[in-house]
């Protein structure tokens, strides 16, 4: 009795009774709702995953195939019989300088994964040993007034994964700035809301590449006189400008849809304006200011790889377009790699956004 308390407060500690759930499945306990439960939340999911990277083998295993002989099919007609038995050769010894350039399997991208952070680790002792070169001479040149020296050599790989966050909360936090304060003012005066409306409506749907040019245009004329690298800059205020306006339309939504009892007890309280606001109108507007902010958030890791990639700042856009720059044999694998990076980044930047939701918020809400 004791240890099976034990063990459900450990389960619960972990969360989703996970242990229980087993302990329960294999001592016969399990209701039979429990066990539909359990197979729908945990072997269901489990089983697509196997199924995805199976069908991804498959596929891969095609293409390759297919690339294969269409190059050993092109040999034969262009070189004779000889160039085609030793390209088939070639091939089947798994000689990079010949293998088909197609869409890698599982394996090759796990194999370009762990390659990326050894590479990650090489780069960081590098740069620990130039630190530890350069110290004493850098203490000496800041003491002097003078720039420390820095170390120049490439990111690697996880350096660009934290450049591109720093890129994509730099350009969150623009939008949340402006994008919430200007709704709120939009969704209580009809006057502004018919002033803005048109504004909105015309460069919501602007493209990412368009406002990159426009802020490039601005940026680099205020940045004249300054030797700093202007890519972080213009990255992340771009960014801003194009994933504010989920915001900026949900928060004067919210705002404008408070119901009237909540703002007349305001005027019986004779709440000021800015009372009003953070007493009344936010708490309110929180649900749908939050579907907004995660709108943006989402949308601002979207069109973070574009902007980089234009904007030359090395993160993962940048990463990206050297890979496909580069066409090396590992380059296919390498883009895989960042694509699920990307995509689990950005499944756990929405989950953040949900857990301070549910965190400020009394609607408590469920995501996909």
């Known amino acids: 009795m004791k240890a099976s308390l034990t063990l459900g407060k450990v389960s619960n500690f972990i969360g989703l009774g ?47 195939n297919i690339e294969a002989n269409f190059k050993i099919e092109k040999a034969l007609q262009d070189q004779g019989q000889a160039a085609a038995a030793a390209l088939k050769t070639c091939i089947a010894s798994g000689e990079s300088s010949c293998q088909p350039n197609t869409l890698p399997s599982p394996s090759q991208v796990w194999d370009s994964f762990q390659s990326l952070l050894r590479d990650h680790n090489i780069i960081s002792a590098d740069k620990a040993a130039f630190a530890e070169k350069t110290a004493a001479l850098n203490e000496k040149r800041i003491s002097e007034g003078k720039d420390a020296i820095v170390y120049t050599g490439r990111p690697s790989f996880v350096d660009q994964i934290f450049r591109s966050l720093q890129t ?62 202007s890519s972080f800059t213009i990255s992340f205020i771009s960014v801003g400008f194009c994933s504010m306006w989920a915001t900026l339309v949900n928060t004067a939504m919210g705002v404008s849809t408070v119901d009237k009892d909540y703002i007349n007890v305001a005027k019986v309280l004779k709440l000021g304006t800015f009372q009003k606001i953070f007493k009344v109108v936010l708490p309110s507007s929180l649900p749908l200011i939050f579907t907004g902010l995660k709108i943006t958030l989402s949308v601002a890791w979207m069109v973070l790889i574009a902007i980089e990639l234009l904007a030359q700042s090395p993160g993962l ?31 756990l930047l929405d989950r953040l956004m949900l857990m301070i939701q549910n965190w400020v918020s009394f609607d408590k809400t469920d995501a996909i």
């Open 18 to 64: 996970f242990i229980t759930t087993l302990k329960d499945l294999f001592t016969g306990k399990l209701e039979k709702e429990e066990l539909k439960n359990f197979l729908r939340k945990t072997i269901v999911p489990l089983a697509s995953i196997l199924l995805f990277i199976g069908l991804w083998h498959l596929g891969a295993k095609s293409l390759y």
């Open 168 to 229: 994509v909360f730099a350009g969150f936090l623009l939008a949340l700035l402006i994008a919430v304060p200007l709704g709120v003012f939009i969704g209580l005066s009809p006057t502004l809301k018919s002033a803005f409306n048109w504004f909105i409506q015309i460069f919501k749907p602007v493209s990412p590449v368009v406002w990159y040019l426009l802020v490039f245009m601005i940026v680099k004329t205020l940045l004249i006189d300054s030797n700093e690298d």
């Open 317 to 347: 856009g940048l990463f990206v377009w050297e890979e496909f720059q580069n066409g090396a044999n590992d380059s296919n694998a390498k883009i895989i790699v960042a694509m699920f990076v990307i995509g689990i980044i950005g499944f």
